[in-house]
């Protein structure tokens, strides 16, 4: 009996040794691994939101639109709901099955599509453009589980200047990776100004905070919206670009392989940057971004090289302005030097002779420059290879000045650097001391190791222009309400040219125009004084390239530019008459010349 | 007879009181764990604060029904009661329709009853009303371990153990066939988890004498039913262990170094409840257990010397034949029974089920100390706990009110058992005693299977946690069991 009573202290025992385990592992559970419950509960139940933010217009110098934004939608799709005749679904969305059941089998895979849930509407066609959706939206919404969401896309109402203004893409993982600002579902400037400006442009995206149910349907603002921020939207940009310039522009190098930059001397502001051959940048916007893509990039023309401020070629004669400069700044000749056209030196066409040195600008002669150049060198001390040697060093202090042989710092990523040829480079080429001279020349007329972007060349334009300096070109003038100064040293550049000695040069290249046997005279603009000097680009691979470096009007100058036309033949032909119709169109907002701008929109050259 | 006047007097309001308490708290963890911020209002039927609050009103009533009649008469209309829950229990089978996986819901008018609910109740009251009337206290089976030692050597020497005449029919058979039968009952009602409930009447027995080495071996055998589950790879590992236990049973004159070494297992299983269960580890706490074991088989004097070959190779051969019986048992289980068996073990983790329990102990666990406050719970609102008014409801307890909620809770149901216990101890009458120690044991089994369930260390087994979870039926079948006690203990006067 007693035994049996004591029995009693056993279920005390082992009832309370139960409760003291289960408090235990509460204290376990709530408070030492509280972190952890809190984080997953978390995970599991709050939903974060983005709102995106409005990515920032740009507009030209005059305030019309470049970029803007519209409204396309995202066809969304409810798992569950989802029942449709596939068929009549695909072809009503223009896709085939077999693209179909790729989505769907791609929205159902968690390890891509991370948030899926059945009872969550997710992406199925990203970014259709309003215009097709319009064509659909009656169709589309007779589908159970269908349903749309509306977000922004890029839009260019006039389809000018796609490879300045660049494009936006998804991002990818090495952007995610990078910079914690951007989730998945996010689009960035991928070239252009888009990508230079992108952190401008961009805003600060706004983001909701939902309680979410099991079924993951949102119940209530987790914390009462405590947590919640709005978008801000990016900035808008003011570019520096004329739009009808640029357009205008991208009309008369239609049919054409080169580029144009025009930039207004006063202030380094790029006023038209044309690629040629350029697209509408409208296509890489939306759903067709990819297949549209593909297209350009495949293209032979290389239709997505930004040429203006990437392809690197020989100068040509327009750099005959700068070795007058150098030659004048170092007192190695004066506006009547004169030297013989000696066609033994090298090539040179019939003309007057002999020449004084703006008559020599005037007729692109080459063998003056060979002259004038071999006196810069050796500065009469002829044969002296020390001499010659330093003299080149001398010449490309010169040179360097003018922003050549190094990105100018546009504010574009992918500038190049170009080529001034040094003693160096020659050493390399021919050997230490196995080159003289000779075998050097042709830098003097701007062929052979010598290269220049064509934004070099029309900053060249800007230095003549300016009679000695120039500001870093841009292209971006305004960010959201703030002005970019430009005067200040960073963005001021002076060339080691005395400003006395432009006049000179000034003549001939007004000469190069105005005067019989100037190189473009074809190119005269009535009532307008243009100063410019032609160029051929010498193409082992074929025709040679066109060139014309000018600025107008010639007193108080408005405007600077380089045109360079691929395989076009002589600077007088093609080149030439593109600048002196682009300056009549800048200076004077029409053209009149309708039959010269006919003639040059119709030359093909590839 | 002069106490009965005084019928208030008598009664333990200490129970009560923990019982309304309980009720209360139950009740406002409903309303949070249902909460609908378009109809908030507590006391609107549509509701289930307001059908609980409801129901709460109609177990008072029921509670003081029983308190008003005479324990007497309770005594003598127990068969009739459990013959016709019974009854109401294989009507439902045959009849009713099936919700969920089972047929346990009898409808009468608008109403819906749970019987398996009410038989807890008369199953307890038909037992302590047959066990008052025929244990004989000089016939108890007082057998301990040393005695089962006893057993196992006379047995593996060839030599009887004992004879059927030992078996008192009416003293060891009947009371196990009374709690059987509802049983059976409820299995065929689909609804393991109520009779699992039932296991709680051995803690009964045991303290009745009815089973004492039954009681002992069983125990055993579910230890190493566990071990087996849990450890398939290691199962000569666990019979080398089972054989370990029977050798010091058998062997040691004291049960100190047998107990030592249960104790040592049941010490690093509640390690591994607490802090969460992993395969890995599970390997090495067997390790560990067995090379104490052998540690202890060689440390103790001339331990080898006494051990017979026949009890090593007899225990040996009993234990594995064991170990294959449980493993073919499992694999008769239905798959989702064998995933919940598995889950809780630590052997998979199966994404449907273990959804479930993490996202319970999610809500417990981000309640941290103090709880996300009444209303404030992420987890409750977005009802991401299924069931949570019901079988979860000790999760909205977790996340709203915190570890103080959750202890505070467990405490005033340590309370209400040990006073059960306390209670029945003092009664007169045998029929109280046991009564009394029915009630504890069913309360207690609730609590440990609901609440270990939602802190996980309970296989997921839907039964609901006594005067809190959403439902009539329970609610009432918890009043009905507690009140009959308060009754009995009100009146222990009476009864010489
Ligand atoms: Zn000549």
């Not at chain 1, 507009?59 to 519209?70: A, F, I, M, P, T």
């Not at chain 1, 032979?300 to 150098?326: C, D, E, N, W």
């Not at chain 1, 003038?477 to 005067?487: H, P």
């Amino acid at each position: 009996m007693a035994k049996l009573e004591s029995r009693k202290y056993h279920i005390y025992l082992l009832f309370g040794f139960f409760f003291i385990v289960y408090i235990c592992r509460l204290f376990y559970v709530q408070i030492i691994e509280k972190d952890f419950f809190v984080d997953r509960a978390k995970t599991d139940s709050v939903d974060k939101v983005v709102e995106f933010p409005v990515r920032g217009n740009i507009y030209d110098r005059n305030g019309k639109v470049l970029v803007q934004n519209e409204i396309a939608y995202d066809v969304m799709l409810t798992m569950r709901d989802f029942k449709v005749d596939t068929l009549k679904f695909c072809a009503l969305l223009k896709i085939d099955t077999s693209e179909f059941r790729l989505r769907l089998k791609n929205i159902k895979n968690k390890s891509i599509n991370k948030g899926y849930s059945s009872r969550i509407p997710q992406v199925f066609e990203s970014l259709m453009k309003s215009e097709n959706f319009g064509r659909i939206k009656e169709r589309l919404f007779n589908y159970k589980g269908v349903s749309v969401k509306k977000r922004t896309v890029r839009s260019y109402p006039r389809p000018i200047a796609a490879h300045v203004l660049g494009h936006v893409s998804k991002v990818g993982p090495r952007d995610l990776n990078r910079d914690q600002f951007y989730i998945p579902q996010d689009y960035r400037g991928s070239s252009g100004l888009e990508l230079f400006y992108e952190k401008e442009l961009r805003g600060t995206k706004g983001w909701h905070h939902y309680l979410k149910n099991r079924h993951g349907k949102y119940i209530s603002k987790y914390l009462s919206g405590a947590l919640d921020t709005t978008p801000r939207p990016g900035n808008n940009l003011k570019s520096t670009l004329d739009a009808d310039l640029q357009e205008y522009g991208e009309l008369l190098m239609t049919g054409k392989i080169g580029s144009v930059v025009a930039i207004e001397p006063s202030t380094g502001e790029i006023l038209a940057m044309i690629n040629a051959p350029t697209y509408d940048p409208n296509l890489l916007v939306g759903g067709e971004y990819g297949a549209n893509y593909q297209r350009l990039a495949k293209d032979k023309k290389k239709i997505l090289f930004p040429r203006a401020i990437q392809s690197r070629q020989p100068p040509g004669s327009i750099v005959k302005t700068m070795q007058s400069l150098i030659s004048l700044n170092i007192g190695v000749a004066n506006e009547y030097t004169s030297f013989g056209c000696n066609k033994k030196l090298v090539g040179c066409h019939d003309h007057r002779n002999p020449l004084t040195l703006p008559e020599a600008v005037q007729h692109s002669c080459n063998p003056y420059y060979y002259n004038l150049v071999k006196k810069i060198f050796f500065k009469g001390r002829n044969g002296n290879m020390a001499q010659l040697r330093r003299g080149i060093d001398d010449w490309e202090k010169y040179v360097r000045s003018f922003g050549l042989g190094d990105p100018l710092g546009v504010d574009l990523y992918g500038e190049k650097d170009g080529n001034v040829p040094d003693v160096k480079e020659y050493d390399q080429i021919y050997g230490k001391n196995r080159w003289n001279y000779r075998t050097i020349y042709s830098i003097s007329i701007g062929q052979g190791e010598f290269s220049l972007t064509p934004i070099q060349m029309a900053n060249l334009g800007v230095i003549l222009a300016n009679k000695g300096h120039y500001y870093t070109p841009h292209l971006i003038r305004e960010i959201g309400d703030e002005k970019l100064v430009f005067a200040d040293s960073n963005f001021y550049h002076k060339t080691l040219i005395d400003s006395s000695h432009f006049e000179i040069v000034h003549n001939g290249m007004q000469w190069v125009l105005e005067r019989p046997g100037g190189t473009a005279g074809k190119s005269r603009l009535e009532g307008v004084t243009i100063c410019g000097k032609t160029g051929t680009s010498q193409n082992p691979h074929g025709d040679d390239h066109s060139v014309f470096m000018a600025f107008a009007p010639r007193h108080n100058p408005k405007i600077a530019l380089a045109v360079f036309v691929e395989n076009a033949g002589g600077g007088g032909g093609t080149a030439a008459p593109i600048a002196s119709l682009m300056i009549e169109k800048y200076l004077k907002r029409k053209v009149e010349r309708l039959k010269l701008e006919q003639s040059m929109v119709e030359k093909v050259f590839y | 007879m002069k106490t009965r006047g005084n019928i208030l007097l008598n009664v333990d309001w200490v129970l009560i009181g923990v019982y309304l308490a309980l009720c209360l708290i139950g009740v406002l963890n409903i309303y949070a764990a249902d909460f609908n911020p378009l109809s908030s209002d507590f006391f609107n039927l549509e509701n289930r604060s307001g059908k609980q609050a409801l129901w709460i009103g109609a177990s008072l009533v029921i509670g003081i029904t029983i308190m008003s009649f005479d324990s007497k008469f309770f005594k003598s209309v127990s068969p009739i009661i459990f013959v016709v829950v019974c009854l109401s229990q294989v009507v439902v089978i045959l009849f009713a329709e099936e919700v969920n996986g089972a047929r346990a819901w009898l409808k009468i008018g608008p109403f819906k009853l749970q019987p398996a609910e009410f038989s807890k109740f008369a199953t307890a009251l038909f037992l302590s009303s047959y066990l008052g009337t025929f244990l004989n206290e000089k016939n108890t089976d007082e057998a301990t371990i040393e005695e089962i030692g006893k057993g196992m050597r006379r047995f593996f020497k060839g030599k009887k153990v004992f004879s059927l005449s030992d078996i008192d029919i009416l003293k060891q058979v009947v009371p196990i066939v009374i709690v059987f039968i509802p049983v059976i009952l409820i299995m065929l009602q689909n609804d393991t988890g109520t009779a699992l409930v039932f296991g709680a009447f051995f803690f009964v027995f045991y303290r009745e004498g009815v089973i004492g080495r039954v009681f002992i071996i069983g125990l055993l055998a579910i230890v190493l039913a566990i071990i087996t589950l849990m450890f398939d790879k290691h199962v000569a590992f666990t019979a080398l262990g089972v054989l370990a236990i029977l050798v010091y049973s058998s062997f040691i004159k004291s049960t100190s170094m047998a107990l030592f070494s249960i104790g040592i297992m049941i010490f690093l299983l509640v390690c591994k409840a607490i802090f969460g269960w992993s395969t890995s580890l599970n390997t090495y706490m067997l390790w560990g257990w067995i090379s104490i074991n052998t540690v202890i088989l060689i440390i103790v004097p001339d331990l080898w010397k006494r051990i017979e070959r026949g009890v090593i190779i007899g225990g040996l051969i009993l234990a594995l034949g064991y170990v294959g019986i449980i493993g073919k048992a499992y694999g008769v289980l239905q798959p989702h029974q064998k995933e919940r068996i598995e889950i809780l073990l630590g052997k998979k983790h199966d994404k449907t089920v273990s959804f479930q329990t993490d996202q319970s102990l999610n809500a417990i666990g981000s309640g941290g100390i103090s709880g996300k406050g009444f209303l404030q719970g992420t987890h409750t609102k977005g009802k991401w706990v299924p069931e949570q008014s019901t079988d979860y409801i000790f999760c909205t307890v977790g996340e709203e009110w915190g570890f103080i909620g959750t202890t505070t809770v467990l405490i005033l149901f340590l309370i209400l058992i040990f006073r059960l216990i306390q209670k029945a101890e003092r009664q007169r009458s045998k029929m109280s005693r046991v009564y009394g120690y029915c009630v504890a044991s069913v309360l207690f089994i609730h609590l440990l299977i609901n609440i270990g369930m939602t802190i996980q260390i309970m296989p997921v087994i839907g039964i609901p946690l006594p005067f809190f979870s959403y439902g009539g039926s329970s609610l009432f079948g918890f009043t009905a069991l507690l009140f009959m006690f308060v009754k009995f203990d009100s009146q222990r006067l009476d009864i010489l």
